[in-house]
């Protein structure tokens, strides 16, 4: 199995501030199969990114995916009330389709 | 506009089982395969199964391989799926979601509201 593992667990930022999640597979995986999930508490998960830099369709453009292989990242700059949430990596080349683990981007 | 409702959740005893259900409205449901993924509380997501668009294949997390089956009746827009030999540890909110599957991608797209399923004696 593909194990995801996303760092750091939680951070806390402000307003406005850039932050960069990380994910890093187990093995290396085309970017094509590694998507990102944004979910707010008491809701379902909801497609942000797919194929590494893809934004699904009404996602704001400040946020932003990259990578490759095993290390991956999802970058929202000028971070904004709404995005307070927590986001999955996902790969989804292989079955098990494995998620990570989750950061959970707070309010500082 | 795209919908997804699952329903069948509740209390239920060690060992028994339950059916849940995930009615899809707006889309051509035919034309995708679908997912079941559970979120145990305070937890991470967990994908648990897939069955193609047609029924063809099924794919099963080994953590519940053996005991629950999914399923589709694509005649009346609805996958299933149905857990056996329950376990505390299949406590979580259940929720389907569509699979957009292309030449160069893959991903869950639409996702329902999700079921909860609680396992206790």
């Known amino acids: 199995d593909i194990q995801m593992t996303q760092s750091p667990s939680s951070l806390s930022a402000s307003v406005g501030d850039r932050v960069t999640l990380t994910c890093r597979a187990s093995?290396?995986?085309?970017?094509?199969?590694l998507n990102w999930y944004q979910q707010k508490l008491g809701t379902a998960p909801k497609i942000l990114i797919y194929?590494?830099?893809t934004l699904q369709s009404g996602v704001p453009s400040r946020f932003s995916g990259s990578g490759s292989a095993t290390a991956f990242t999802l970058t929202i700059s000028n971070l904004q009330p709404e995005d307070f949430a927590t986001y999955y990596c996902?790969?989804?080349?292989?079955?098990?389709?494995?998620f990570g683990g989750g950061t959970k981007v707070a309010i500082k | 506009q795209e919908q997804l409702v699952e329903s069948g959740g509740g209390v239920v005893r060690p060992g028994r089982s339950l059916r849940l259900s995930c009615a899809a409205s707006?889309?051509?449901?035919?034309?995708?395969?679908m997912h079941w993924v559970r979120q145990a509380p305070g937890k991470g997501l967990e994908w648990v199964a897939v069955?193609?668009?047609?029924?063809?294949?099924?794919f099963y997390a080994d953590s519940v391989k053996g005991r629950f089956t999914i399923s589709r009746d694509n005649s009346k827009n609805t996958l299933f799926l149905q857990m056996s030999s329950l376990r505390a540890e299949d406590t979580a909110m259940y929720y389907c979601?569509?699979?957009?599957?292309?030449?160069?991608?893959?991903?869950?797209?639409?996702w329902g509201q999700g079921t909860l399923v609680t396992v206790s004696s």
């Open positions: 194929a590494t830099s």
């Open positions: 996902q790969q989804t080349i292989t079955n098990p389709l494995t």
């Open positions: 707006g889309f051509t449901f035919s034309n995708y395969g």
């Open positions: 093995q290396s995986i085309s970017s094509n199969y």
């Open positions: 979601a569509t699979y957009v599957v292309s030449s160069n991608y893959y991903y869950f797209d639409f």
């Open positions: 069955m193609w668009n047609d029924g063809s294949k099924t």
